[in-house]
């Protein structure tokens, strides 16, 4: 698992961390039971903060994705795959949304920002955020 | 019911390494400390940004015991640093921008010279950090680079395995190598035993790395302090589009700052903001903390 950060994003790195680590399951990158590298491992080689690689994984925890055996690290649990195939249904409907956005003739960023704008409307309009949003 | 369940912000004082209240500092009329007031939570990392002159050094200072409180109080491990010098000190590691170093002595004469100050200094672990820093026991300080000189610096700061690793601007200067040999250093005394980093810097970047919790001085005053994550949360920089352009800035309650023109505006709040029909949000993104440092720091001008 190879994990890029950005620190200078106003996207808090222990986020950051969650996301790759649930990109590297959704690509396959990580299955079920295996274990992910120490947060001192992570902190070293990315050089930031190991409480920020710790809380990254109690909120893993938290979500179900991983599980936390005292002193041997951290797991992906088998339930996760589950949630990993709907992520796969999910992909066909984003893809054969943008098959039919092709006929519009829209750059990726127009897209990119008409999907942002969307989701930004979503949260502004009082909808209820949900936790895996 | 509500108050046990409500977690505190930070842990209470017995459980903090430094807690100021009410600290203050006048140089003639200008206050370089105001009413400052903070918690350092053991086994943080605490980063203090400001731009220079904001009162950084002078507050490190109070925290050394170098400087007694005009006004409030500063205790370090619970203790006055200014009546209990010795007890505080000894469980300090300190670095500071330049670090005065022996300019006649050897590496390997300053390392020794260094551990007889410290009872609990752990020579295995010197050595370590000589090596890993790629330190050269013959070699005279004085013919040592700025980097080579920091990492010395922090050597002798670490290498007593201190409580509280205090470090003042510990990378101004230097290359992005040596940065991040220090940063490095830093991490691993974290990882490794949970002790207590404070390092003030003017490097964003850094502070986003590495800290956990920041406060943030602006001439003399204390206008942000609490986990860098939550700040991060909290503030998001919004772009407006109006359906009809807008010759002066619009008022928008719970903005910090509004910056355009014409029918597109962005905005930095700290609060979810109410639009009305003729305003429609068509960007919503997570404020970086250079950002939000503008955004406090022109605010608490404009209050001032």
């Known amino acids: 698992m190879i994990l890029h950060l950005n620190?200078?994003?106003?996207?808090?790195l222990y986020l950051q961390l969650i996301e790759q680590v649930k990109h590297a399951i959704e690509s396959g990158v990580l299955s079920a039971g295996e274990q992910l590298p120490s947060v001192r491992q992570i902190a070293e080689e990315l050089l930031i903060n190991p409480n920020t690689v710790a809380r990254a994984y109690r909120e893993l925890e938290h979500e179900g994705i991983v599980e936390l055996k005292h002193g041997s690290g951290a797991y992906i649990r088998e339930s996760v795959v589950e949630r990993t195939n709907s992520m796969q249904k999910a992909r066909t409907v984003v893809r054969s949304s943008l098959d039919r956005l092709d006929t519009f003739d829209l750059s990726e960023d127009e897209i990119r920002r008409l999907v942002e704008s969307e989701l930004a409307l979503r949260r502004t309009s009082g909808q209820k955020r949900k936790k895996h949003a | 019911m509500r108050d046990t369940a409500t977690p505190l912000p930070f842990p209470a004082p017995e459980?903090?390494?430094?807690a100021t209240s009410n600290l203050t500092r006048r140089f003639g009329s200008k206050a370089a400390l105001d009413d400052v007031s903070f918690t350092?939570?053991?086994?943080?990392?605490?980063?203090?940004v400001g731009e220079n002159g904001a009162g950084k050094s002078t507050l490190i200072k109070h925290l050394l015991g170098l400087w007694r409180a005009q006004a409030g109080t500063v205790r370090v491990f619970g203790l006055d640093p200014v009546s209990e010098p010795v007890s505080v000190l000894g469980r300090i590691g300190y670095l500071s921008e330049q670090p005065d170093l022996p300019e006649w002595m050897t590496v390997g004469e300053f390392i020794r010279y260094t551990q007889a100050f410290y009872p609990r200094w752990d020579a295995q672990y010197a050595e370590e950090l000589r090596l890993q820093f790629g330190l050269d026991l013959d070699k005279r300080i004085r013919v040592?680079?700025?980097?080579?000189?920091?990492?010395?610096g922090l050597l002798g700061a670490q290498a007593h395995r201190p409580e509280l690793l205090l470090l003042d601007e510990p990378s101004s200067g230097l290359d992005p190598i040596v940065r991040n040999d220090i940063l490095a250093a830093v991490i691993r005394t974290v990882a490794d035993e949970g002790r207590t980093v404070f390092f003030s810097s003017h490097l964003l970047e850094e502070i986003e790395r590495v800290a956990d919790h920041i406060a943030m001085l602006h001439q003399g005053k204390l206008v942000l302090c609490a986990q860098l994550d939550e700040i991060k949360l909290q503030y998001r920089r919004i772009v407006l589009h109006f359906d009809t352009p807008q010759i002066q800035p619009p008022a928008v309650p719970g903005a910090l700052t509004v910056n355009g023109s014409g029918r597109e505006w962005s905005i930095l709040c700290n609060q979810p903001i109410?639009?009305?029909?003729?305003?429609?949000?068509?960007d919503d993104q997570p404020a970086s903390l250079g950002d939000i440092f503008v955004g406090i720091a022109g605010g608490a001008h404009s209050h001032a």
Do not use: E, M
Not at chain 1, 7 to 12: E, F, H, I, K, L
Not at chain 2, 144 to 152: E, T, V
Not at chain 2, 274 to 282: P, Q, S
């Open chain 2, 144 to 152: 040592l680079s700025k980097g080579q000189r920091a990492k010395l």
């Open chain 2, 40 to 48: 350092v939570p053991r086994g943080s990392v605490f980063g203090l």
């Open chain 2, 274 to 282: 109410k639009t009305n029909f003729l305003t429609r949000v068509i």
């Open chain 1, 7 to 12: 620190p200078a994003s106003g996207v808090p």
């Open chain 2, 15 to 18: 459980q903090s390494v430094i």
